[in-house]
């Protein structure tokens, strides 16, 4: 049973969460239910801090990488506990901001930002851009240039080294579409981009393997590749300063896996940057990580209610709860494993293998597809462990089902700071069909005729052109 933090069976056979009895919770805000233990969040983020003290490294940021989980009050506690924040998009920029975290300790990722958010990002004036491409570099100087200013970025490198980890988390190999590649030179090239753009200031390098990462190998080799590329943009004279390993440390989400403490990820990163930087004669940079799911993953539960049933006789056995793939797409999407109890019946054997199944219209919407549980009834709370990072955070309307609610439980007490959707709201944004306030395209209702087209008004006799006949052969048309 993977019971973390705070989290213990009561004596009434209950699972409790922050001194919170669960099926109380559930009883209170309803299910699916996002629930977090706050302390364990908390230890989670100082296990980061003493790391580095242990290490001796006093110049260092530990970086949330909030797209694991990115809300108001997730980014007030990280900041509490003196993280720094990583956001991705425009909205998480936002987020942060209306969280009221300092701009300067906000930095920005992404392969594609848009103008609008590079604007939005530099005019809120935060810490640094982490630059992913060319293109981005033009933008960079274009819009700081027209507001006479100097923008600090990093630049994301694919070091190529290839994380043991699902393809699809994983990043710093070369064929990815992040960043610029080490291998082929272009690394280098955005080198000598930069010194070549006056409103641009590089003041460090980053690279992200992946993620749920349990080998500390390929983080070593990628600080080893960066520090090698560090020192090259030295020699141009940058005013390099930060080494950025990402994030990407593993977790337990059953009892197969066998995540590292983060004590000696650190430990590995902070001996690596310091042995290849001390071989080259360069002083130690800053060292900064990115941690998103150590952070969230393992203070997050879900509850849900379960409802029907179906046995298919020497088969299997499914239970269905009242979510599935649009609070937790992770095993459609990577075949994620999850353990779960039903948190009203902790203290039971649990003796039946069963199916969890979410509610939506897919037949691939699994939770768990084995998971030992007291003979489930309906009414029944089950409890999934691990579910902090990138649950909520990659939420689906699929069905048109409405984001679950999020609480925060600490000593005994629960706060909700995320409120359930409604149907309404996921039908807010539509409107009715009609054309009285349509917008009238400029050009008319149809292209301008080109040679060979039909004259206007005979619209109706196009055929259409997956069903166009073509050839010698075809048919003249009527
Ligand atoms: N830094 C960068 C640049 C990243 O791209 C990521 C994650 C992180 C930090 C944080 O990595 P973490 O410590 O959370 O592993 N949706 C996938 C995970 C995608 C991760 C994307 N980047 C999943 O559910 O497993």
């Not at 993977?2 to 209170?28: K, P, R, S």
């Not at 009242?322 to 994620?336: E, I, K, Q, V």
């Amino acid at each position: 049973m993977n019971l973390q933090g705070t989290m213990q069976i009561g004596a009434d056979g209950h699972l409790w969460i922050g001194g919170c009895d669960a099926v109380w919770l559930a009883e209170q805000f309803g299910t699916p239910l996002f629930v977090y233990d706050e302390q364990l969040l908390r230890e989670r983020i100082r296990a980061f801090h003493a790391a580095f003290r242990a290490a001796g490294v006093e110049r260092y940021q530990v970086a949330y990488a909030s797209k694991a989980f990115c809300t108001v009050a997730m980014c007030q506690l990280v900041t509490e506990e003196g993280c720094t924040l990583d956001v991705v998009s425009g909205g998480e920029l936002y987020t942060a901001l209306s969280a009221g975290v300092h701009p300067s300790r906000i930095h920005m990722h992404g392969n594609n930002k848009s103008r609008e958010e590079l604007e939005y990002a530099i005019d809120a004036r935060i810490g640094t851009i982490v630059a992913d491409n060319f293109y981005e570099l033009e933008l960079l100087e274009e819009i700081a240039g027209r507001r006479d200013l100097t923008v600090e970025i990093l630049l994301r490198i694919a070091p190529g080294v290839a994380a043991h980890t699902h393809e699809y988390i994983s990043t710093g190999q070369q064929d990815s579409k992040f960043g610029f590649d080490l291998e082929s030179g272009q690394a280098r090239a955005a080198l000598e981009a930069v010194q070549r753009l006056p409103h641009v200031r590089l003041v460090g390098l980053h690279a992200h393997i992946g993620s749920q990462i349990f080998d500390s190998g390929g983080f070593v080799l990628a600080v080893e590749r960066l520090a090698g590329l560090y020192e090259q943009g030295m020699a141009l004279g940058l005013p390099l300063r930060v080494l950025n390993a990402g994030g990407g440390f593993g977790i337990r989400y059953t009892a197969e896996d066998d995540a590292a403490p983060i004590t000696s990820h650190i430990r590995a990163i902070t001996d690596a940057v310091r042995r290849s930087f001390a071989a080259r004669s360069l002083e130690l940079p800053e060292i900064w990580v990115e941690p998103g799911r150590s952070i969230a993953g393992p203070a997050g539960v879900t509850l849900y209610t379960v409802g029907s049933q179906k046995e298919i006789p020497g088969v299997r056995r499914y239970v269905a709860v009242d979510g599935g793939m649009t609070d937790n797409p992770r095993l459609a999407l990577y075949g994620a494993r999850y353990e779960a109890v039903l948190a009203n019946r902790v203290g039971e054997r649990a003796d039946t293998v069963c199916s969890v199944a979410g509610k939506c219209c897919e037949t691939g919407d699994m939770v768990i597809w084995d998971a030992p549980l007291p003979e489930p009834r309906p009414g029944d709370i089950l409890a999934v462990f691990a579910t902090g990072a990138y649950n909520y955070s990659m939420a689906s309307h699929y069905n048109r089902i409405p984001h679950p609610a999020v609480v925060f439980v600490r000593d005994g007490r629960a706060t909700l700071v995320v409120e359930r959707e409604t149907w309404a709201d996921v039908a807010r944004f539509d409107r009715p069909l009609s054309y009285k306030a349509a917008y009238a395209c400029p050009q008319g209702r149809y292209p301008s005729p080109s040679p060979g087209s039909p004259p206007e008004g005979d619209a109706g006799a196009w055929t259409p052109a997956s069903s166009a006949v073509s050839g010698p052969s075809a048919p003249a048309r009527r």
